[in-house]
């Protein structure tokens, strides 16, 4: 019903800066909230980020807080993370998520969201 399709990952040296996109294929998106998850090799996909499509209430985890930022543009159904003075560690594949209803709480949970992109893979040299 929602696809999500992310882009713009790639290489980048450690303490460069990529920004992420996610386009939605509806424009009814007014109730969802939209995160961002991220799993490397042989780890769980874990919480990054997370807004609801208001934009009022948005969220990062305490590893990303402070140099990651999350942002949507409701023209354009496109949700962003704008990811700063990254480390090695932020290799991953990072993923799109979209989640309405009782099942949405905080937004940090996998469970919690009902579409997934296909997602993008971000690699950071040292």
């Known amino acids: 019903q929602v696809q999500l399709v992310e882009s713009g990952g790639g290489l980048v040296q450690a303490g460069g800066s990529l920004r992420l996109s996610c386009v939605a294929s509806?424009?009814?998106?007014?109730?969802?909230?939209m995160g961002w998850f991220r799993q490397a090799p042989g780890k769980e996909r874990e919480f990054v980020a997370r807004i609801n499509w208001s934009g009022r209430n948005t969220n990062q985890s305490d590893s990303v807080k402070g140099r990651f930022t999350i942002s949507r543009d409701t023209a354009k159904n496109t949700v962003y993370l704008q990811m700063n003075s990254l480390k090695p560690e932020a290799t991953a594949e990072y993923y799109c998520a979209a989640g309405v209803g009782p099942r949405l709480r905080l937004g940090v949970t996998v469970g919690e969201y009902d579409y997934w992109g296909q997602g993008t893979q971000v690699t950071v040299s040292s």
């Open positions: 509806t424009r009814s998106l007014s109730m969802y909230t």
